[in-house]
Every structure is written in structure tokens, then in C-alpha cells.
């Protein structure tokens, strides 16, 4: 017999082990993700999850840019080839968002 939870989808930022909705194992990748979900929000791309609105604060957007800009100098030779490649791709993503909201 199948567990009932275990057909019900897993709520957001969630994701199903064992059975169980659990939180993602913590990685680097998961922290970048993290990150730009944070700058996506503050840009007003992804509705807040409370309220279901769309929401901008540039500030927010800029300085969570800023701090995924700080964590690429930081680990710079530290990080895999995708991990690098992630990080730099998803801070030219941003920083092009947050130039065309500026204009």
C-alpha cells in the first residue's frame, strides 16, 4: 500500500526522499540557485511566495548580485568547472535583468 503523502507533490523548495519532502542537500550549486531565486524575487521576476505578488526592490535585487559577484572572486579556482561555469552564467543573467529594470 502507497502512503498517501507520497503522491501529493512536494511544496516549493522541496524535494521527495525516502518518501519524505525534505530540503535539498546543501551544496554549492543549491546556494547559487538560492541566491539567484533571492535577486529573481527582488527584480520582480518570481511572485513572493506569501503573498503570490510580483514585488520589486532593486537595492535587494543589486546587492544579492553583489554578493554572488563577491562569492565568484572568493572561490575563484576553487570550484569545479560547472560550479564556475554556473555562477558565471546565472551573474550575467542578473546583472542584464538588472540593467535593462535600470534603464
Not at 9 to 35: A, H, Q, W, Y
Not at 62 to 71: G, N, Q, S
Request: hydrophobic share 35%; charged share 30%.
Amino acid at each position: 500500500m502507497v502512503d498517501s503523502n507520497e503522491q501529493r507533490p512536494c511544496p516549493p523548495g522541496r524535494v521527495r526522499k525516502d518518501g519524505k519532502c525534505v530540503l535539498p542537500e546543501v551544496t554549492f550549486t543549491t546556494l547559487v540557485i538560492s541566491l539567484n531565486n533571492s535577486a529573481l524575487l527582488h527584480l520582480g521576476e518570481l511572485a513572493d511566495p506569501n503573498s503570490g505578488k510580483l514585488e520589486r526592490d532593486l537595492v535587494l535585487a543589486k546587492h544579492v548580485i553583489d554578493t554572488l559577484r563577491l562569492l565568484q572572486e572568493k572561490t575563484a579556482g576553487n570550484l569545479t568547472t560547472k560550479e564556475a561555469d554556473l555562477l558565471e552564467n546565472i551573474l550575467y543573467d542578473l546583472r542584464m535583468r538588472y540593467v535593462r529594470q535600470t534603464r
